[in-house]
Every structure is written in structure tokens, then in C-alpha cells.
């Protein structure tokens, strides 16, 4: 027959049955694609039983509905007597005649298939990073000017898919006014002076009317003319980024104020301490003492919950090894200091404590001291009260001039009475200063 020796010299793999399925011949392109080294292997078995067992229930199918409608194609993935695993487009058609028998044409599909499934799981694997990137892909025609948006326009900026338009215009619209003429300006130069990408960063409306600030870069794709047509890149929200930054510079800003408040006051303190005292011993003793009390009210401070410090965490940074040694005796309600008036308050302690290990009752073996605060509402001002009161030290007598750890005392803090008392039974000093 015609049709059979045609397909008999067909590049595909042919074969011929007759009308119980059994194989009545087969090319030579076949023998070769399943790997038969001669027909009389073949010829009068059943075609199905040619292949392995799992898949022939769906050949017997393939026949039967050949035998009503004339034709069955199929594509079906199995190995062969070479063990290898392919793909193979099957088609099955009855031939013309008053006996039934049947044509099947094989072709090897595996490269094909290969080529989509790989397709496939690219796309796949780039709708998977699109839905799970926060980040806002974008792709404009730059011949129609219209713009296709991935789905974190959704995901970030909260537009639904009806919201979002597909022109360069809707885009534009929505960059600030105070950045869109930069942005947009900066996108036409670089295509027109022929850039291969682009980058800006401004400041992109969301669907609930808040200004996001965006990282937004492009690549401009060019035919073999070297004409532009497409322009593709990504938008990245990055507005925690811009706050943190916003953030940085207040610290560093408050950083850098408070270093110098800092220095200022350590230089005051020296220059202070070179006047009063006599000698390099004494200047060392005095100005060393002076700085340590304010590095304890920062340590205080940087503890602290609260924005402050506790007041007893001051005074026993400074003074515990007189409190270990049962010199010096604590007693008050928990109080927390402002932050501007830990140091103040840290230096009149230390000039007090220097003061009582100098001439007073620290200065001997036998001598303590009595620390006390209460708390005192005066109409609507509260008051802090503290009381030094030393007790079994040498005889104090009231100084001639005013030192300058008196001076400390008395106007290092804001808004603070200091009464002064040198009895016989020893120097009582009682600081009331204002809290709020």
C-alpha cells in the first residue's frame, strides 16, 4: 500500500499492526529510536506488550479508541530497552482498507519536552521570587508607553489590581511633585543618551495616600538598531531604611551636644581646680575625684530605665566602699533624678564625700555619716530633700572663704537651697532642690 510505504521511510519511528495489534512491521528509524536490533524480534507480538508494564494500560486505550473514532494521539514518558527515560508523541490511525490495521508513528519528544518543562520551571521559579519579593518589579513598552507592574504594587503599596493603571502618566503621577520632575527628567535623558541603566530614589504615593520613599533602578533594553524599546528594572520600598538614617543623625546630633556639654564642664572643672588647689598632688586628687563622679552618673544613667537615674544607684556608685565598711548609712524612698541633674547632683556628693574623708567624719577610724531624702510637696512643686550629717569625726569649724566644692554644691544644681551647719558634733549639710 501507498500510505504504508511512505510511512515506512518516515525519519520518525513507524510501525504497522494488524487488526488484533499484533506488529506486522517496522522502519528502520524505529528499530534504531527503541533500540531492536532486528524486526523478527518483534514482528507478531502484541504492540502494548513492546513497552514497559506501567504503561500499557493507556496503549490498549489508544488502540481501542483508534478502532471507533479512526485516530488516538498521546504523548507518554517511559524508558525503553536502553533503560534511558523519554518522551514520545504517539499517534495511531487505522488505515484504508476492508481489513483493520493500524499505522503508529513515534516521535521522540524528549529535547522538545525538555526545552518547556525547563521553560516552565523558569517561569515558575520567577513567579515564586515574585510573590515572595516585597520588592516592585516593572517592565515599560517604550513604544506604546505602557507599563506592566509585578505583584508587589499589591504586596507593598497596598493598590489592587483594578487600582493600577498601565500608563507611563498613572506611574508618574504618583512620583512626589517635589521629585517627579528630576525622576522623570532622569529616566527620558538616560534613554536618549543611550545608558544601559538607572537609578534614583524619591518618593512613591501608596494606595492610602502615604509618600513611601523608593530605591528604583532600570536597565533600558535596545533592538539591533540600537533603538530603546523596552525599560526594566525594580522599585525597593526603603523608607525604614531612610528613617533609621533620619534617626542616626538625631543620635549622632545629640551624641555630638552632649561630648561637648561634656568637655565643656570637665574644662571648667579643671580650670576650677587649678585655682584652688596648691599643689600637683592636690590638683590630681581633686580634679581625678571630680571626673569619676561624673563617669558614675553616666554608668547610673546608662542603667537606668527610666530616661534618669535612681537616686540611691548614684550615691552608692560613689560610696560603696564607705557603705561596705559600715561608714556611711543610706536611708530614703526610691527617687529617680532627671538626666540633666545625675551629674550635678553625682559632683555634690563627691564634694561632700571628699570634704567628710579630708576633714570630717571620714577622715578618722571611728567617724560615719547619715545619707537621708524624703520627699516634700509644696503646692504644686515637688522637693527632694537630702540630708549629710556626719557624726564622731574631729571638731569642724566654719571656712573662711567659700572653696570650690562649696561652690559645687551650691550652684552646680539648678533651682537648689543648700543650708550649711558646722556643729560640734560634726558638719550637716542638707541640699533641697526641686524635682519637676
Given amino acids: 500500500m501507498a500510505v504504508e510505504s511512505a510511512a515506512l521511510n518516515s525519519p520518525c519511528c513507524v510501525q504497522t499492526l494488524d487488526d488484533t495489534g499484533a506488529v506486522r512491521s517496522f522502519n528502520e528509524e524505529g528499530l534504531r529510536l527503541m533500540a531492536v536490533d532486528s524486526p523478527t524480534d518483534i514482528v507478531g507480538r502484541y504492540w502494548p506488550d513492546l513497552w514497559p508494564k506501567n504503561v500499557r494500560p493507556t496503549l490498549i486505550t489508544a488502540l481501542e479508541k483508534t478502532r471507533c473514532n479512526g485516530t488516538a494521539n498521546f504523548q507518554i514518558r517511559c524508558s525503553m530497552t536502553t533503560g534511558a527515560n523519554r518522551w514520545w508523541d504517539v499517534t495511531i490511525a487505522s488505515l484504508p482498507g476492508n481489513i483493520a490495521q493500524?499505522?503508529?508513528?513515534?516521535?521522540?519528544?524528549?529535547?522538545?519536552?525538555?526545552?518547556?518543562?525547563?521553560?516552565?520551571?523558569?517561569?515558575?521559579?520567577?513567579?515564586?521570587?515574585?510573590?515572595?519579593?516585597?520588592?516592585?518589579?516593572?517592565?515599560?513598552?517604550?513604544?506604546?508607553?505602557?507599563?506592566?507592574?509585578?505583584?508587589?504594587?499589591?504586596?507593598?503599596?497596598?493598590?489592587?489590581?483594578?487600582?493600577?493603571?498601565?500608563?507611563?502618566?498613572?506611574?508618574?503621577?504618583?512620583?512626589?511633585?517635589?521629585?517627579?520632575?528630576?525622576?522623570?527628567?532622569?529616566?527620558?535623558?538616560?534613554?536618549?543618551?543611550?545608558?544601559?541603566?538607572?537609578?534614583?530614589?524619591?518618593?512613591?504615593?501608596?494606595?492610602?495616600?502615604?509618600?513611601?520613599?523608593?530605591?528604583?533602578?532600570?536597565?533600558?533594553?535596545?533592538?539591533?538598531?540600537?533603538?530603546?524599546?523596552?525599560?526594566?528594572?525594580?522599585?525597593?520600598?526603603?523608607?525604614?531604611?531612610?528613617?533609621?538614617?533620619?534617626?542616626?543623625?538625631?543620635?549622632?546630633?545629640?551624641?555630638?551636644?552632649?561630648?561637648?556639654?561634656?568637655?565643656?564642664?570637665?574644662?571648667?572643672?579643671?580650670?576650677?581646680?587649678?585655682?584652688?588647689?596648691?599643689?600637683?598632688?592636690?590638683?590630681?586628687?581633686?580634679?581625678?575625684?571630680?571626673v569619676m563622679a561624673m563617669a558614675a552618673a553616666n554608668t547610673a544613667v546608662l542603667?537606668?530605665?527610666?530616661?534618669?537615674?535612681?537616686?540611691?544607684?548614684?550615691?552608692?556608685?560613689?560610696?560603696?566602699?564607705?557603705?561596705?565598711?559600715?561608714?556611711?548609712?543610706?536611708?530614703?524612698?526610691?527617687?529617680?533624678?532627671?538626666?540633666?541633674?545625675?551629674?550635678?547632683?553625682?559632683?555634690?556628693?563627691?564634694?561632700?564625700?571628699?570634704?567628710?574623708?579630708?576633714?570630717?567624719?571620714?577622715?578618722n577610724e571611728v567617724g560615719r555619716v547619715d545619707l537621708m531624702w524624703r520627699l516634700e510637696l509644696r503646692g504644686e512643686q515637688k522637693r527632694l530633700i537630702v540630708d549629710w550629717k556626719e557624726s564622731g569625726g574631729p571638731i569642724v569649724k566654719s571656712p573662711t572663704r567659700l572653696g570650690l566644692g562649696s561652690k559645687l554644691i551650691e550652684r552646680g544644681i539648678r533651682n537648689c537651697e543648700v543650708l550649711r551647719r558646722f556643729h560640734l558634733s560634726g558638719f550637716h549639710c542638707t541640699l533641697d532642690l526641686e524635682l519637676d
Fill in 102 to 290: 493500524f499505522i503508529v508513528i513515534l516521535r521522540d519528544i524528549t529535547a522538545a519536552h525538555s526545552d518547556l518543562a525547563a521553560e516552565k520551571r523558569t517561569n515558575d521559579r520567577l513567579q515564586d521570587i515574585m510573590r515572595s519579593n516585597a520588592d516592585i518589579l516593572w517592565d515599560i513598552d517604550l513604544v506604546d508607553n505602557k507599563v506592566w507592574w509585578g505583584e508587589g504594587m499589591t504586596s507593598t503599596l497596598g493598590y489592587d489590581p483594578d487600582q493600577i493603571g498601565e500608563s507611563t502618566r498613572w506611574r508618574d503621577e504618583r512620583i512626589h511633585p517635589d521629585d517627579r520632575k528630576r525622576i522623570v527628567e532622569g529616566m527620558r535623558a538616560a534613554i536618549e543618551d543611550g545608558l544601559a541603566n538607572w537609578e534614583g530614589e524619591f518618593r512613591y504615593l501608596d494606595a492610602a495616600g502615604r509618600y513611601r520613599d523608593v530605591l528604583d533602578r532600570g536597565a533600558i533594553l535596545t533592538d539591533v538598531n540600537g533603538k530603546a524599546f523596552r525599560f526594566v528594572g525594580v522599585m525597593q520600598d526603603v523608607t525604614a531604611r531612610t528613617a533609621l538614617g533620619e534617626a542616626y543623625k538625631l543620635v549622632a546630633g545629640e551624641l555630638a551636644h552632649r561630648v561637648n556639654n561634656v568637655l565643656a564642664v570637665v574644662s571648667g572643672l579643671f580650670q576650677n581646680s587649678v585655682r584652688s588647689t596648691t599643689s600637683r598632688a592636690d590638683l590630681i586628687d581633686a580634679f581625678g575625684g571630680r
Fill in 303 to 363: 542603667r537606668s530605665e527610666f530616661g534618669g537615674a535612681k537616686l540611691e544607684d548614684l550615691i552608692c556608685v560613689q560610696l560603696a566602699p564607705f557603705i561596705g565598711a559600715g561608714r556611711l548609712r543610706l536611708s530614703g524612698p526610691p527617687v529617680v533624678l532627671k538626666e540633666a541633674m545625675t551629674q550635678p547632683f553625682a559632683l555634690a556628693v563627691n564634694e561632700l564625700a571628699t570634704n567628710a574623708l579630708k576633714y570630717g567624719a571620714l577622715s
